[in-house]
């Protein structure tokens, strides 16, 4: 018998998650412990992840106080040990920590700014708070930007990174800020030399958000930090490449030549296969590919599945395949596995004639057809 799958929200949220989070709560005087759990466990079903989140600091607030400040001094009680700060990466915290950031923005925001900001720089050391740092920003900007400019000198890497993070243009899952989006740019410049993969990242994530709009102020600013050299060029090539990669995919001349690509460079097709020709979702196709060139050049290969979309035209998907160097009168020849793969939530493959297309350097050189059948 098949094993059902856990969601993600019932991995988070269960009655042990939540038994962990009462019994922190219990060091305050008088906490119902088991019948917070109670509570709680009982109103998980039919909620979605965000919406737990809420519900569960509906079910905290009745034994809180309503006076803010004694209750942020309470939050502060309940925390956990502070995520451990020897380590640079991958160390996220638990969802069932987001709480008080929740709390600050529900009670805090518009009457205890400052009290409710010192409460969510001691929570994004247990949680990234990322989420509720934006509701500062869109009701009191210029003083939240003032807090974020000395954060992202904390001893902390977890504040250091909420900086980075919590002013992103396009934030996933997370509610539309009304700041500029250029007005991190100087933050991004102080936190582009971190010394940890986990703030170097959100600040590659960031300018990659940036990029959408602005790509030449973003291969300006990466000029900038090369200029800089205050951060080690293993980590600033790897940030560039990371920050870049939307217009990477698009094809963008300016960042080729900026990564020390031509978009112009002279490469030539010499074959595009594709095996089966008649591929079934859930099957695999492969894509061969062979590349010349008359001197030897660096290349970024990427091949773009064109797709049909429900209404008969079709989207390209990209996907890399290989940055590598195609040397003077030796052939390249590049192998690609792609599964059809059904029932994704976020892309939906329909039956009939599609193509693939292969990109050097963002250039198009030359696309085959298959036929996509039904599973």
């Known amino acids: 018998m098949a094993t059902e799958k856990l969601s993600l929200k019932d991995h988070l949220f269960n009655s042990e998650s939540i038994g962990q989070l009462a019994d922190e709560f219990a060091v305050l005087p008088g906490f119902p412990r088991d019948a917070f759990h109670g509570k709680v466990c009982g109103g998980l079903e039919g909620r979605e992840l965000l919406q737990r989140l809420e519900w569960m600091a509906d079910c905290l607030e009745p034994h809180l106080s309503s006076d803010f400040p004694t209750l942020a001094a309470q939050l502060e009680a309940a925390m956990p040990p502070a995520l451990d700060p020897n380590l640079s990466d991958d160390d996220f915290g638990h969802f069932i920590h987001a709480l008080p950031g929740i709390l600050a923005v529900r009670h805090g925001l518009e009457t205890h ?102 790509p030449d102020l973003v291969l300006e600013t990466l000029e900038g930090f090369r200029v800089a050299k205050t951060q080690s060029a293993k980590e600033l090539a790897w940030m560039e490449r990371h920050a870049l990669r939307t217009l990477i995919k698009s094809g963008h001349a300016p960042t080729m030549e900026f990564l020390g690509y031509r978009a112009d460079a002279p490469v030539k097709l010499e074959a595009l296969t594709v095996t089966p020709r008649a591929p079934r979702i859930g099957e695999v196709m492969e894509i061969e590919i062979v590349l010349s060139a008359p001197s030897d050049e660096p290349v970024i290969v990427d091949c773009a599945m064109h797709l049909l979309k429900s209404n008969g035209s079709t989207a390209p998907k990209v996907f890399k395949i290989k940055d590598t160097v195609i040397s003077k009168g030796r052939p390249l020849t590049l192998t690609k596995r792609h599964r059809f793969r059904g029932g994704a939530s976020t892309f939906t493959l329909y039956p009939g004639p599609q193509e693939v297309a292969v990109h050097v350097n963002g250039r198009e050189l030359g696309r085959a057809a298959f036929d996509l059948k039904s599973a």
């Open 113 to 214: 700014r400052e009290r409710a900001l010192d409460l969510l720089h001691a929570a994004t050391k247990r949680f990234s708070m990322e989420f509720y740092i934006r509701p500062f920003l869109n009701c009191w900007p210029d003083h939240t930007m003032t807090r974020l400019e000395q954060w992202a000198r904390d001893e902390n890497y977890h504040v250091r990174r909420l900086v980075s993070e919590g002013t992103r243009p396009t934030l996933p899952w997370a509610k539309r800020i009304t700041l500029d989006p250029l007005a991190p740019l100087p933050l991004l410049r102080v936190l582009h030399a971190d010394p940890t993969r986990y703030v170097t990242r959100s600040v590659a994530n960031h300018l990659n958000d940036i990029s959408k709009t602005a």
